[in-house]
């Protein structure tokens, strides 16, 4: 905003203000500062001093209440014009509440020596802030009966696995594996009567078919029969459970497939094409085995179904957000770029569902926790989720090489495997099968890959099994506590899968000797869980960590991404139906936003930011002042500051540069600084060291509301973004960002603009809508 429309603003949309003379309200802005808060960055904390009171300027912001189980309750909402900081000043007691940003806010903040001499003066501003102090009191303390009470802190859940969809149906979901069908069917308008169905053809004489809803279960024996029978077998089958479950195919209205080994091409679930087919069933050379089946299940859907959209959903795809570091091996590098042999990941879609219900459960947003989940069953995987996001899992190129010993798939080494499959002229499926029967629990215990059955036979002396129980538990616990690392803390430890859901031993052993890192488990609530419903939490009511035991529902996350892919595609298919809008690309070099605490560290008491020019969003100005950063390993000379001050110190890096200074910053969004390395900063006057604060910033747009509609998205939307160029490029993962003082923008850093010879000016291009918030 320009100096005039600040002033109207404060004159004609404070209610504060509604009584004040002009020239004095100009006096209050002078004396006071502006400030620019980023999405999910508190702008005050709990338990701080009182030192301002805020305005709203733009922006949303909301002030809540986080209790001991990391619930957080909104007291209130606050737009442009409220007052938030008041009840501290008033009554000289720490702050009672958070407020935390919505989106990016501009604020200005009165210090408490201008409030007291030129607001509190004024005997209707302090009638107006008796009864705006009165509200908030009455909200805080109705919330805090109801966080005791034990009342949910948000009526709609936003990671509540939503099914429901404008065109009444079921939604089905199949897993068509070597030696079992999984399926599921789900109704789109949510009766909670959700069918699953486990269709087990190990044994050639027969097949064996259970299906249950809710807690009822029927198995039956059927006779062998042909992939192309599916469908009927299934209506035989769901007719069990009584009418109102029988399975119709005319209601069918989509269908979602598991494919196990999605590559590097599939990054999020697809609507399937010909040229869809075509690529899964290239992709079979990492699973020769597993994706033939998968595309045998997506003809038969496809025959019987004509006119319902399929869509596949790949095993791998969670993983495509590991970074280069994490998922390659130790081989010639030739190797990556010519035959593909890197870290691809399993189990995505156990592990994805994993994170929602995490969030779900602790009623706090996906993208400010850090879990590790451990998927426990006929294979296992952990895998890291750092802000929703995998960063790295133990499972490798195919679905057999994890690095965690599971129950029927055993470690092996890269380098070993491709040479076993050189010298004996191997697919990566075959040396699979081999391991599988030659390797995990069975192959130490010489017993049985059942972990129960290894249990007992452990607990009656059987020194092999307690040898094979101890290495898998060994693996559990050494890359849980790996991960810890690699993400530099925890926020949930999830046990899901067959061991996962049903041992409480290898769930009380992984957790051993961990709560050093917060991981405190209720040996009690563990040993006396039995059979679950969605979820139970087994951690210590004081730890740190929730653990949570989730039951595993695949295919209820299959028909999720099935939903949300077919409206993707719907959205691309009329955007490209109408004149597609551009998206002005701007490369981004590295910068520091830094606090006015560390302003005056670097560049002297009092000292004021100095504007050099103004920058494409509004109210964000390139200063005069540079600053050099100094790392571990080197230094960065000249980083230009960025204006105006902020509330924490922010510095903002690309990838290459991480090696010159030492440090290893995440990919976050701005204002994400959790568990974010921190760097020494040098000014001609001092320097300051911040203990966190250093990212890469992600990719993101930046958008006024009005934009938002023009290309169908929301603010949080994860979308693809062509960008035209000598060397076309598509960026995946870019955030969009939508506040009504955005102006239209792409930012990329300086090492995404040089991988596609991008310069500032050029066009992007929406290609597709990756997810939703």
Request: net charge negative; with cysteine; glycine share 8%.
């Amino acid at each position: 905003m320009s100096d005039i429309d600040l002033k109207t603003f404060f004159l004609e949309q404070v209610p504060l203000f509604e009584n004040f003379p002009a020239d004095q309200v100009e006096a209050i802005v002078i004396k006071s500062r502006l400030a620019t808060y980023e999405g999910n960055e508190a702008m005050l904390e709990t338990g701080d001093e009182g030192r301002s009171i805020g305005v709203m300027i733009s922006g949303h912001a909301e002030i809540s209440l986080t209790d001991n189980t990391g619930t957080r309750s909104v007291i209130t909402q606050l737009g442009p014009g409220d007052v938030f900081g008041v009840m501290s000043l008033l009554t000289g007691e720490p702050i009672a509440a958070d407020v935390i940003a919505g989106n990016r806010c501009f604020v200005l903040m009165i210090p408490r020596d201008v409030f007291n001499t030129q607001i509190l003066t004024n005997p209707k501003a302090v009638g107006y802030l008796s009864r705006l102090l009165a509200e908030r009191t009455r909200a805080l303390s109705a919330d805090h009966h109801a966080a005791h009470d034990g009342a949910p802190a948000h009526a709609e859940d936003p990671y509540a696995l939503s099914l429901t969809n404008n065109r009444p149906g079921k939604v089905v979901a199949l897993n068509v594996g070597i030696s079992q069908i999984h399926f599921g069917i789900y109704d789109t308008e949510e009766s909670g009567a959700d069918i699953h169905g486990v269709i087990d053809n190990a044994d050639r004489q027969l097949a064996r078919i259970t299906v249950n809803v809710g807690p009822q279960t029927k198995t039956i024996e059927h006779a062998p029969f042909k992939l192309s029978d599916l469908f009927k077998v299934m209506t035989e089958a769901t007719a069990l459970l009584g009418p109102a479950f029988a399975f119709h195919p005319e209601d069918v209205t989509a269908i979602g497939h598991r494919v196990v080994h999605g590559g590097n091409r599939f990054a999020s679930s697809v609507v399937v094409t010909p040229a869809v087919i075509a690529d899964i069933e290239e992709l079979a050379t990492f699973a020769p085995l597993h994706n033939p089946a998968n595309v045998a299940g997506i003809r038969v859907a496809q025959k019987h179904f004509p006119n319902v959209p399929q869509v596949a959903v790949f095993d791998t795809a969670f993983h495509q957000t590991l970074a280069p570091y994490a998922y390659l091996y130790g081989l010639p590098y030739d190797l990556y770029k010519q035959h593909g042999i890197r870290r691809y990941g399993f189990h995505g879609t156990s592990h994805r569902y994993v994170s929602l219900k995490a969030a779900e459960v602790l009623k706090r947003p996906l993208g400010e926790l850090e879990i590790v989940s451990c998927h426990l069953g006929i294979g296992a995987s952990l895998c890291a989720i750092d802000h929703g996001r995998s960063v790295d899992t133990t499972m490798g190129m195919t679905p057999a090489d994890g690095l965690i010993m599971p129950s029927r798939s055993g470690s092996i080494d890269p380098a070993v495997m491709i040479h076993l499959m050189e010298q004996h002229k191997m697919s990566p499926e075959q040396l699979s099968t081999l391991i599988n029967s030659e390797s995990g629990l069975k192959g130490i215990s010489g017993i049985s890959n059942d972990i129960h059955e290894i249990e007992a036979a452990a607990a009656d002396g059987h020194h092999r099994a307690l040898l094979a129980h101890k290495a898998f538990c060994y693996q559990v616990r050494k890359n849980i506590g790996a991960y810890v690392a690699a993400m530099g803390g925890v926020d949930v430890l999830a046990f899901t899968g067959d061991i996962g859901e049903t041992s409480a031993t290898v769930r009380s052993l992984a957790c051993q000797g961990l709560g050093y890192m917060g991981i405190k488990l209720d040996e009690e609530k563990n040993r006396n869980l039995g059979r679950i419903g969605s979820h139970a939490v087994i951690s210590t009511d004081d730890s740190p960590v929730a653990i949570l035991v989730v039951a595993n529902d695949d295919e209820r996350l299959v028909a999720w991404e099935t939903l949300r892919a077919i409206e993707r595609n719907q959205l691309l298919l009329e955007a490209k139906a109408e004149d597609t809008p551009a998206i002005p690309v701007e490369i981004s070099a590295h910068h520091v936003h830094l606090s006015q605490a560390d302003v005056e560290a670097l560049f002297g008491p009092g000292h004021q930011l100095t504007p050099m020019h103004e920058l494409s969003q509004p109210g964000q100005y390139a200063c005069e002042e540079q600053v050099h950063l100094v790392g571990p390993k080197g230094r960065i000379a000249k980083v230009r500051v960025l204006g105006p001050t902020r509330k924490e110190t922010q510095v903002e890096i690309a990838m290459t540069e991480q090696f010159k200074l030492g440090i290893q910053p995440p990919i976050r969004q701005s204002g994400d600084l959790a568990g974010t390395p921190g760097i020494t900063l040098e000014g001609p006057y001092g320097s300051t060291q911040i203990e966190r604060g250093v990212i890469c910033a992600q990719r993101h747009i930046h958008m006024s509301p009005e934009d938002a509609m023009r290309f169908r998205v929301r603010d949080n939307y994860v979308v693809r973004v062509r960008v035209e160029g000598d060397r076309e490029l598509i960026f995946g993962d870019v955030v969009v960002r939508v506040n009504p003082a955005f102006r239209l923008a792409m930012h990329i850093d300086t090492d995404e603009g040089n991988a596609g010879n991008i310069r500032t000016g050029m066009l992007g291009y929406i290609e597709e809508i990756q997810s939703r918030a």
